[in-house]
């Protein structure tokens, strides 16, 4: 089976990278993928530099109305069975999409996802893995992972260019919410988490530049972010099915909303001119981080639990995928390294 893959990129005003970007999808050793660039209401030179690809890509122009938007116009005239997404600053390795394509295909229709490891490189010198940062670590290479709603309401995994959905999950999760400015991706990632078990590559397949633009990491401390953060967890509480099945997961995700009330309103005071408010608003931060760190030493953490694809599918077999997605027992509990979490 030989699945059409979507890669969509949406650009604004990068002209001078998104040629590396295009290159990246052009040079995959899986050969079924259309590419499908959004110029969302670009100024520069991104016109011609689009038209330089001639029938290579299929360029769509919309007024700008941000990534979210330009990302579903994309998969709007899309083709693939499979989509993905790739910022135009950003590039995949070569191998990317033919290792998610085949672990996909391994796994079955079950799982709508495959999440793949990302090379983060910082404005400061810093690097890493979009693993490390989220405090995944996979024992296996690849597999299947079981539990994604309960370690992804935890922390903040970057998905985006990292991710390869199937067509009708996206559809059925309803795309991404375009009234969001900042963490869209993460909105999407627990919408799908939601539906059960992903597959993973631990290996690094995409590579990560932080650029003058990357709003979730310039914004993350502000109160605007924590914002959409603390809107994005109460849209996921909410849309949890009320059924016993998941009432573990239900509170989980109302705990984790309410921190994000809380911590909003800490961030609101600690921004006042009031000296006073101020303080207690600091107070109050300090108290959440060393709450936070420890939490994240404490049994109750959630970690990443993985098996394999042949035990996924046997397990399939003879129980059900949804039955597996939410049976602890079968996984492998990761060893992890605490790192930083977007708390």
């Given at each position: 089976?030989?699945?059409?893959?979507?890669?969509?990129?949406?650009?604004?005003?990068?002209?001078?990278?998104?040629?590396?970007?295009?290159?990246?999808?052009?040079?995959?050793?899986?050969?079924?993928?259309?590419?499908?660039?959004?110029?969302?209401?670009?100024?520069?030179?991104?016109?011609?530099?689009?038209?330089?690809?001639?029938?290579?890509?299929?360029?769509?122009?919309?007024?700008?109305?941000?990534?979210?938007?330009?990302?579903?116009?994309?998969?709007?005239?899309?083709?693939?069975?499979?989509?993905?997404?790739?910022?135009?600053?950003?590039?995949?390795?070569?191998?990317?999409?033919?290792?998610?394509?085949?672990?996909?295909?391994?796994?079955?229709?079950?799982?709508?996802?495959?999440?793949?490891?990302?090379?983060?490189q910082f404005k400061s010198g810093r690097s890493g893995t979009s693993f490390d940062a989220a405090e995944i670590t996979p024992q296996s290479a690849e597999g299947v992972w079981l539990n994604p709603a309960e370690v992804l309401i935890t922390r903040f995994l970057m998905f985006n260019q990292g991710v390869a959905i199937r067509r009708k999950a996206f559809h059925d999760c309803g795309g991404f919410n375009e009234s969001l400015k900042v963490l869209e991706d993460y909105d999407l990632a627990l919408r799908l988490s939601i539906r059960g078990a992903w597959t993973f590559v631990r290996d690094p397949l995409v590579e990560w530049k932080q650029s003058g633009d990357s709003l979730s990491h310039v914004l993350r401390d502000s109160v605007m972010f924590?914002?959409?953060?603390?809107?994005?967890?109460?849209?996921?509480?909410?849309?949890?099915?009320?059924?016993?099945?998941?009432?573990?997961?239900?509170?989980?995700a109302a705990r984790a909303n309410t921190a994000a009330v809380l911590e909003l309103k800490a961030r609101r005071l600690s921004a006042s001119a009031h000296q006073p408010r101020a303080l207690m608003g600091n107070a109050f931060l300090h108290a959440q981080r060393a709450w936070m760190k420890a939490f994240r030493h404490s049994p109750w953490y959630p970690r990443m639990q993985t098996i394999s694809v042949n035990e996924y599918t046997g397990a399939c077999r003879s129980v059900g995928a949804v039955a597996l997605s939410r049976t602890p027992h079968h996984a492998t509990r990761a060893q992890e390294t605490p790192s930083g979490t977007m708390s």
């Open positions: 089976m030989t699945p059409l893959v979507s890669a969509i990129i949406p650009t604004y005003n990068r002209a001078d990278v998104i040629g590396r970007a295009i290159e990246s999808v052009r040079a995959q050793s899986y050969g079924a993928v259309e590419i499908i660039v959004v110029d969302d209401g670009s100024s520069d030179n991104t016109v011609a530099k689009l038209a330089s690809f001639g029938p290579a890509i299929r360029v769509i122009r919309q007024e700008n109305a941000g990534p979210a938007a330009a990302r579903n116009a994309g998969v709007r005239i899309s083709r693939g069975d499979i989509v993905t997404f790739l910022d135009s600053d950003d590039v995949w390795l070569p191998s990317k999409i033919e290792r998610q394509v085949v672990i996909m295909n391994a796994a079955g229709p079950s799982v709508c996802c495959c999440i793949s490891n990302m090379a983060l924590r914002e959409a953060w603390q809107t994005v967890l109460e849209a996921m509480t909410a849309s949890i099915p009320a059924t016993p099945k998941y009432s573990k997961l239900r509170r989980s």
